[in-house]
């Protein structure tokens, strides 16, 4: 059984920072692309960040370039988001997933992504 399990969410002010981990279990990601997603309250699921799979390609949306990096460790089957400089606006459920097939993409759109983890709360207080 897949399993994703997101840790590292938490409350935090303004200019603080978090570093989220996603420890995939169940098969090997290690060929697979993965990625971060984001949901506020009363707003779809947006695009945050995605690694393919060795890392060499990384893709970010506008809104967190330059403050988020995304991460993964193929031996510990595990992906990584450190988040500095956070904003309120940054408040959200953050999901991490993954892709089923091999790919050397990052992509950034939820229909690509197979596998989901229950998410975890982030909360920026201003």
């Known amino acids: 059984q897949v399993q994703l399990v997101e840790s590292g969410g938490g409350l935090v002010q303004a200019g603080g920072s978090l570093r989220l981990s996603c420890a995939a279990s169940?098969?090997?990601?290690?060929?697979?692309?993965m990625g971060w997603f984001r949901q506020a309250p009363g707003k779809e699921r947006e695009f945050v960040a995605s690694?393919?799979?060795?890392?060499?390609?990384?893709d970010y949306a506008d809104s967190v370039k330059g403050r988020f990096t995304i991460s993964r460790d193929n031996a510990k089957n595990t992906e990584y988001l450190q988040m500095n400089s956070l904003k309120p606006e940054d408040t959200a459920v953050y999901y991490c997933?993954?892709?089923?097939?091999?790919?050397?993409?990052?992509?950034?759109?939820?229909?690509?992504?197979?596998?989901w983890g229950q998410g975890t709360q982030v909360t920026v207080s201003s």
């Open positions: 997933a993954a892709e089923r097939a091999s790919s050397r993409y990052a992509p950034s759109t939820t229909r690509e992504y197979d596998y």
């Open positions: 169940g098969r090997s990601f290690s060929t697979s692309a």
């Open positions: 690694i393919n799979w060795y890392g060499e390609i990384t």
